[in-house]
């Protein structure tokens, strides 16, 4: 019999695991592929950006998908914590823009080994290539049965199966089925920081394919034409739609447009001069072409930004590329500046969950308790990760909510006990 049985070799199962059994408490971890964090390895381009250095409040802004869930798990382990784990244990970590933390290695690898290392340490048993087939429940205890026929006996089991984005890792969304057995409810699953779909002309005839622009204002607007969310960072046009930091974090409002709207087609508006306003715009345009009138437009305003992107807004603004200032009207150095600031075009939908690289929705947080993440519905059961309906952008966000909610879950998994509920 042993104390905690967690289902599931993520970063989120591992840290269970390694949590559960600090009070030399008998622990088996299973993992259903061979090896475990394979997501971890892959994260953060195969650098692992491990956590995130922000204040509480700004880790949560960055967790749209219930992130204020996480103040309570934070107060046993947070992402001081996390920082305090790996480098109390010989990994060094770095922090770059935005507060992201990386091991000063740079290898994802290093901190897969620190993981490993701790669970052997602290005696944990792990099943490679063991697939779980079901979770059975009876009194005061649960039984694991594995696909193979082979059963295991626990006092508490902590789902942590991940997600069913990046299914190769592993996460194909065993874990709702399992929750659903005791009860739990699952929200909508979605993609998140994942690329946007897009049909428009210009995306079909590959005219901007491959052109990336920096530090953009990148907006979902909701059917009045209001701004929903706006991103200012780097986006990336590509053969289907858009991509880039800015256009993953727009990802999920397009999913969540699409079902407020209750259509397919949702714009987008992009701003290629975020730290000016309209009038700001219209001005420098102006003073470059009065300070060379005889230039064609195109030469006139080469640098102003990338040079694919300047004759595509030109076009947009129905302006000749092969005009001078002299024969361009007010109006149409008007439309010019309008369309810098808010060129809008149509997406359709994003690439689907399976290319994301997080899962939105999950299993019901109304149904964990945030202190301990035990489930409401199931005495000894706990869930922990991307299974439940918690998610961030990138930058060590779902990270950092892996480790800390795993962490949670089995630190009171295994210190659980069913007397203490009898009494």
Known sequence: MYQTIVIGGGPSGIMAAISASQNHQRVLLIEKKQGLGRKLKISGGGRCNVTNNLPYDEIIKNIPGNGKFLYSPFSLFDNQSIIRFFESRGLKLKEEDHGRMFPVTDKSQDVLDVLIAELQKQHVEVLENSPVSAITASDNHYTVTLENGKEYEGRTVVIATGGTSVPHTGSTGDGYDFAKVFGHTITD??????????????????TLKGLSLKDVALSVLRKNGKKRITHQ??????????????????????????????????????????????????????????????????????????????????????????????????????????????????????????????????VSIKEIIPTTMASKLQDGLFLCGEVLDIHGYTGGYNITSALVTGYVAGYYAGQFTYDSIEA
């Open 189 to 206: 699953l979605f993609p998140t920081e994942v690329p946007i779909r897009s049909s428009e002309p210009f995306i079909r005839e590959q």
């Open 233 to 362: 960072m780097d986006m990336l046009f590509t053969h289907f739609g858009i991509s880039g930091p800015a256009a993953l974090r727009c990802s999920q409002f397009i999913y969540k447009e699409q079902q407020q709207q209750k259509r397919q087609d949702i714009q987008m508006q992009l701003d290629v001069f975020p730290d000016m306003n309209e009038e700001e715009v219209k001005q420098k345009i102006t003073k470059l072409l009065k300070e060379q009138p005889d230039k064609i437009i195109k030469n006139a305003l080469k640098g102003i930004i990338e040079t694919r992107y300047l004759h595509f807004i030109l076009e947009q603004a129905h302006i000749d590329l092969e005009t001078t200032y002299h024969h361009l009207s007010v109006q149409q150095i008007n439309d010019l500046a309008h369309q810098f600031k808010a060129f809008t075009f149509t997406v359709n939908g994003t690439l689907p969950i399976e290319k994301a690289f997080v899962t939105g929705g999950g």
